[in-house]
Every structure is written in C-alpha cells, then in structure tokens.
C-alpha cells in the first residue's frame, strides 16, 4: 500500500489567540500566512548580510553532493568569514572552493560555545535583531533558541525531528518541506533522530520497502511563510533556491523533561532516554534465552508496550 500525499494546510491571518486554540492543540503541520516578520523579507538581501554579518567567522557544512546525509557525513565542516560564506552560497558554481566548484554550503548558526551556549541570532547576529519579529506565539518563558540558516540552492537536509516545537521562518528565498507523522516512525528506518531514506522523492523500496506506507505531508514555503513544526514531527527540507532561514524553537513539555546539556533541541526528554536505557537492559536480559523462547518473549513485551504506552487517539 503506498502511503498518502497530504498537503499542508494554510490559514492566512491567524491570531495568537486562534493558533492555541484551535490549532496548537491538533498537534500537526501547519503554514501560517500573513504574520508580520518585519523588514528582514525584503532587506535580508546577500549583499545587506554581506555587509551587516561582516567577516565573523562561522562554521559550516560543505557538501561535494546536493543530499545530505548526517548518518554517513557525506559532507565536511569548514570555517568562513561570513560575508564569504553569503556569497559562495548564493552562487551555482564558485571560484574559490573546499570540494569542487558546484559544491553546496549550510549553515546552522550555534551559541558561542556549542556546548553550552544555544543560538540565538539576536546574540550572534545583534545587528540583524531590528529586522526581523519572533512570531509571539508562545510564553517568553517556553523559548528555547533561534536559529540562523542559509542554504546553497538544490541542498537537500536528512530527515530528521526535533523534540521541541518550532516555527519555520521562510525568510527568503524558496523551501520544499516534507513531513512524516511520528506515528510512522516504524516506516522510516531510524538512527537516532535520523533517518537513513535520504532520496525520499524515488526511494530504493528493494532496501526500504516500509517507506512507501509512510504518510507524506507536503509544502512549500515561499518568503513571509511560517511553517509550524510539532515536536516529534520528521521533516526534510530542500532549498529550491539560495534562501535564509529563521527556526524559533521553544519547549512544548516543562523544562525539567529536557536535557539540560542540549544546546541543539534534539536530545530525547530525560524520561524517554532512562526507558530506552531500561529497554536495552531488557533486551540483553532476553538474549539470555533460546532463539525460540527469546521471541516468544519479545512479542509479549511489544504487545504490552502496544496495550500500556500506545495512544488510543486516531490521527
């Protein structure tokens, strides 16, 4: 059975008040139109950040390749001014390069020191603070980070989620976003937080064959558009064109579920890590047994994990 195509619903217009209400609470992809974002839509020019972001220097992704694949790391880590690094990204081929000429570049912007410190671009990028609004959606109190993407034009990014909520500020340029709903985590051949399917438009179904019943949702995002993204939620992005980007994540759960040492918002909540841990115990408790009682055994665990954590609610 090949799984559904579903296109993300747009609302145009949507207050504070209307969005937790009756949209925060369904707990599913939503793109918000019309949000004031402030002048960084028609200001965030490669030229303006060239000029505004200067010659700080930022580390990057380099890729020889257009999909990015976090799993295997098909791509390099390198340093740039960040004037350098607006352009060569705006660019199809380049002059100057790590890899080759058509090489792509991403850029996630991270807190001062990565290991403590989260992004926030009002903190690295303090001269672009004025142009650009936070969507106030949620509680000062809930914000978790904001973070600063440029992306070269064709750059496709593993699938992946996040356990925070977060908006996806189009700023400029054009994004393809596909989503897969956390129920369809089993489809989705997972290492972590990723997922192995990179060609997710013509999969290799002779080695994923579950990843066709997995239900697609789909978007694109043009400047001004604002993608909310549930936690839990899988996404893969891909630029169509050069483009900035803006993530606020902010804490759905209270801030005691989470990691204290995540600086990304991508670590498990502290009660999910402690149950895979006890899982895995389980699991080696298990090996002790023969083949045919280990299975037997293993069933029954699921079929209890399926009858006691398993969410009675249909989507």
Same mark, same amino acid.
């Given at each position: 059975?090949?799984?559904?195509?579903?296109?993300?619903?747009?609302?145009?217009?949507?207050?504070?008040?209307?969005?937790?209400?009756?949209?925060?609470?369904?707990?599913?992809?939503?793109?918000?139109?019309?949000?004031?974002?402030?002048?960084?839509?028609?200001?965030?020019?490669?030229? =303006? @950040?060239?000029?505004?972001?200067?010659?700080?220097?930022?580390?990057?992704?380099?890729?020889?390749?257009?999909?990015?694949?976090?799993?295997?790391?098909?791509?390099?880590?390198?340093?740039?001014?960040?004037?350098?690094?607006?352009?060569?990204?705006?660019?199809?081929?380049?002059?100057?390069?790590?890899? $080759?000429?058509?090489?792509?570049? =991403?850029?996630? !912007?991270?807190?001062?020191?990565p290991r403590k410190d989260v992004a926030?671009?009002?903190?690295?990028?303090?001269?672009?603070?004025?142009?650009?609004?936070?969507?106030?959606?949620?509680?000062?109190?809930?914000?978790? !980070? !904001?973070?600063?993407?440029?992306?070269?034009?064709? @750059?496709?990014?593993?699938? /992946?989620?996040?356990?925070?909520?977060?908006?996806?500020?189009?700023?400029?340029?054009?994004?393809?976003?596909?989503?897969?709903? +956390?129920?369809?985590?089993? =489809?989705?051949?997972?290492?972590?937080?990723?997922?192995?399917?990179?060609?997710?438009?013509? +999969?290799? @179904?002779?080695?994923?064959?579950?990843?066709? #019943?997995?239900?697609?949702?789909?978007?694109? *995002?043009?400047?001004?558009?604002?993608?909310?993204?549930?936690?839990?939620?899988? /996404?893969?992005?891909?630029?169509?064109?050069?483009?900035v980007g803006v993530n606020i994540f902010?804490?759905?759960? +209270?801030?005691?579920?989470?990691? #204290?040492?995540?600086?990304?918002?991508?670590?498990?909540?502290?009660?999910?890590?402690?149950?895979?841990?006890?899982?895995?115990?389980? *699991?080696?408790? @298990?090996?002790? *047994?023969?083949?045919? =009682?280990?299975?037997?055994?293993?069933?029954?665990?699921?079929?209890?994990?399926?009858?006691?954590?398993? $969410?009675?609610?249909?989507?």
């Open positions: 059975m090949a799984g559904q195509h579903l296109p993300v619903p747009r609302l145009e217009g949507v207050s504070r008040e209307q969005f937790m209400q009756h949209h925060y609470p369904q707990r599913k992809p939503l793109v918000l139109e019309g949000i004031d974002l402030g002048p960084c839509t028609s200001k965030w020019t490669a030229d =303006y @950040l060239s000029q505004v972001g200067g010659k700080k220097e930022v580390k990057i992704h380099v890729a020889a390749v257009a999909q990015m694949d976090f799993i295997s790391k098909n791509f390099v880590y390198r340093t740039l001014p960040f004037d350098q690094l607006v352009q060569r990204a705006a660019e199809e081929k380049h002059k100057e390069f790590f890899i $080759s000429e058509d090489e792509k570049y =991403y850029l996630r !912007s991270l807190g001062e020191d926030d671009i009002r903190k690295q990028f303090p001269l672009l603070e004025g142009d650009i609004k936070f969507p106030e959606f949620f509680k000062e109190e809930q914000f978790f !980070s !904001s973070v600063f993407r440029i992306s070269s034009p064709g @750059l496709q990014l593993w699938t /992946h989620y996040d356990v925070m909520d977060n908006f996806l500020i189009q700023v400029t340029g054009k994004k393809r976003v596909v989503l897969f709903s +956390p129920r369809d985590a089993q =489809y989705l051949y997972l290492k972590g937080t990723k997922s192995e399917v990179l060609n997710i438009d013509n +999969p290799d @179904l002779a080695k994923y064959p579950l990843f066709s #019943k997995a239900r697609r949702y789909e978007c694109s *995002l043009e400047a001004g558009d604002v993608l909310f993204i549930p936690a839990l939620w899988f /996404h893969n992005v891909i630029s169509e064109e050069f483009g902010w804490k759905h759960l +209270p801030s005691e579920c989470y990691d #204290k040492t995540d600086t990304y918002g991508n670590k498990d909540p502290k009660a999910a890590s402690r149950a895979a841990q006890i899982l895995d115990r389980a *699991l080696k408790t @298990l090996a002790e *047994l023969p083949e045919e =009682y280990r299975d037997f055994y293993a069933r029954r665990m699921v079929i209890h994990i399926q009858d006691k954590a398993y $969410s009675k609610n249909s989507e």
